[in-house]
């Protein structure tokens, strides 16, 4: 045990069991001696055939008209059924007193800079009557996803010492007050969407939605209970009153015969469908496990492939949207989310670093500066997956229903930020960083980034994404390079 207590130390009280199994070969063998093989989906397959995927992870309605400034901005400078699952409860430890407290420190003042700005997003666009933070600058709306991403920013701002300890504990009571009280569909599930002013239930479109007739999001409520681990994890003084919120829900309707689960409104009622592609849906299984929710297929059997990119291998979903109703969008959001926030395992690394590759590659033969995501947008459609590959298609930028866009593909400010956290030794990941420094309104936060046509400028919307991701980012680095799940 001294032996153990000097390594655990020595490792900047990393714990000692952190190993997970691989899963992007199609048969491979864990360090555990587990062997885990992929099984391709045929045509014809009968599990294909019935289930269907909502292929947005944040779940955004193509015509809900986002807020635009009212002034322009200026130019920037450049196959096993788990049991039903329970909550599993934070072990009981001593809390350590606010004063002995040591938060990490930003030492550099482009780093201080950017997190004041992305705070400033925080500061307009919290609401006071239910601690839910906007999905959009302005707009009173939002899904689990966005306040998944509004926990992990807020707990980041209050390490950074961004947030004073009286205001976050304020804003904690004020979001746990109203998860306590959450007005839930008979399906005892969160619904996808909720008013910021009110929390009560809302559609997509933003429109309300008393009886909770939007259905559930397993990729979404992924994201936020991932947020209320780490709050859980951080703050134990917050610890029971999480376990009990999330103990009324049932969570055992998120993973169905190991896959992860949804519904979507149909016929009058609600359908229940298949969630995630690759990328998101390993995100969101390792997210699940934090709180002992099991999605076996969805961690070890996706149907994958290997594609080239200008050369480079990379592995993608063969479920797209031709065979299953939902696009394989391969872009860096849930693999830049998965390495902050939970750290890679050995098994995604190749798939992370070609994914760089690739987008040096194509900015060396382009000229352009290139860092795909999804991301909101400040015009029609609103929002989009930009990809290095979907669909069949390289360097793509579709909708939810699968139309092309190619003219606003765009630079993503929070792919920039991760990127250079991530890989802070990379050259290429060091410009991108420079180039989104400046992406801010210095009044209300980081744009989502500026699109690769220069005649477009800047994409002014301005997210809780972006600003929580750019905040999360700060932190990790702050941090010594360690996920923010960890303590």
Same mark, same amino acid.
């Given at each position: 045990m001294i032996l153990q207590s000097v390594l655990y130390a020595t490792t900047t009280q990393q714990p000692l069991i952190c190993s997970i199994p691989r899963m992007f070969q199609s048969t491979s063998t864990a360090r555990d001696g587990c062997v885990w093989q992929t099984v391709p989906l045929k045509d014809g397959n009968s599990f294909e055939q019935r289930r269907q995927l909502i292929a947005a992870p944040d779940n955004f309605n193509l015509d809900l008209p986002f807020p635009t400034p009212s002034v322009a901005p200026k130019p920037p400078i450049p196959r096993v059924i788990p049991p039903t699952p329970t909550p599993e409860a934070t072990p009981k430890r001593p809390v350590t007193p606010a004063s002995a407290i040591s938060l990490p420190r930003l030492t550099q003042e482009a780093d201080r800079i950017a997190a004041g700005r992305a705070w400033k997003y925080f500061d307009r666009n919290w609401n006071p009557q239910t601690g839910f933070v906007n999905s959009v600058d302005n707009l009173p709306w939002t899904t689990w996803w966005d306040q998944g991403s509004a926990l992990l920013g807020i707990h980041a701002a209050r390490q950074l010492g961004l947030l004073p300890k009286e205001m976050f504990q304020q804003r904690m009571n004020t979001l746990l007050q109203t998860l306590e009280k959450l007005p839930l569909p008979a399906t005892n599930l969160p619904n996808k969407a909720y008013s910021t002013h009110t929390a009560q239930m809302r559609q997509l479109n933003d429109t309300p939605d008393p009886k909770g007739i939007s259905g559930w999001s397993a990729l979404d409520m992924a994201r936020f209970l991932l947020g209320l681990h780490v709050m859980?994890?951080?703050?134990?003084?917050?610890? /029971?009153?999480?376990?009990?919120?999330?103990?009324?829900?049932?969570?055992?309707? #998120?993973?169905?015969?190991?896959?992860?689960? $949804? *519904?979507?409104? =149909?016929?009058?009622? %609600? %359908?229940?469908?298949? !969630? $995630?592609?690759? $990328?998101? !849906?390993?995100?969101?299984?390792?997210?699940?496990?934090?709180?002992?929710?099991?999605?076996?297929?969805?961690?070890?059997?996706?149907?994958?492939?290997? &594609?080239?990119?200008?050369?480079?291998? %990379?592995?993608?979903?063969?479920?797209?949207?031709?065979?299953?109703?939902?696009?394989?969008?391969?872009?860096?959001?849930?693999?830049?989310?998965?390495?902050? !926030?939970?750290?890679?395992?050995?098994?995604?690394?190749?798939? &992370?670093?070609?994914?760089? =590759?690739?987008?040096?590659?194509?900015?060396?033969?382009?000229?352009? %500066?290139?860092?795909?995501? !999804? /991301?909101?947008?400040?015009?029609?459609?609103?929002?989009?997956?930009?990809?290095?590959? *979907?669909?069949?298609?390289?360097?793509?930028?579709?909708?939810?229903?699968? =139309?092309?866009?190619?003219?606003?593909?765009?630079?993503?400010?929070?792919?920039?930020?991760?990127?250079?956290?991530?890989?802070? /030794? /990379?050259?290429?990941?060091?410009? #991108?960083?420079n180039f989104a420094q400046n992406l801010s309104d210095k009044n209300r936060g980081y744009f989502s980034g500026r699109y690769e046509n220069s005649q477009l400028g800047v994409n002014a919307s301005v997210d809780v994404n972006t600003n929580a991701i750019v905040l999360e980012s700060l932190l990790y680095k702050a941090r010594g390079r360690h996920p923010l799940v960890g303590n």
């Open positions: 859980r994890s951080h703050y134990p003084e917050y610890s /029971d009153r999480i376990n009990r919120i999330v103990a009324r829900w049932n969570l055992s309707k #998120l993973v169905k015969d190991g896959w992860l689960n $949804g *519904a979507i409104p =149909k016929a009058g009622g %609600l %359908l229940e469908v298949q !969630e $995630g592609r690759l $990328g998101y !849906e390993q995100y969101a299984a390792h997210s699940l496990k934090l709180w002992n929710i099991q999605a076996p297929n969805a961690l070890f059997n996706p149907p994958i492939k290997a &594609v080239e990119v200008d050369g480079i291998t %990379l592995q993608i979903d063969e479920r797209n949207f031709k065979n299953s109703g939902a696009t394989n969008y391969l872009t860096n959001d849930p693999y830049l989310l998965w390495g902050l !926030e939970m750290g890679w395992n050995d098994a995604v690394k190749p798939q &992370v670093q070609n994914l760089l =590759k690739v987008q040096v590659q194509r900015f060396q033969r382009t000229g352009i %500066l290139t860092a795909v995501n !999804e /991301d909101s947008l400040d015009r029609p459609p609103y929002f989009l997956y930009y990809s290095v590959y *979907a669909d069949g298609q390289p360097w793509q930028a579709f909708n939810t229903r699968g =139309k092309a866009y190619p003219q606003f593909r765009f630079f993503s400010t929070k792919a920039a930020f991760c990127w250079f956290a991530l890989m802070p /030794d /990379d050259p290429y990941t060091k410009m #991108l960083r």
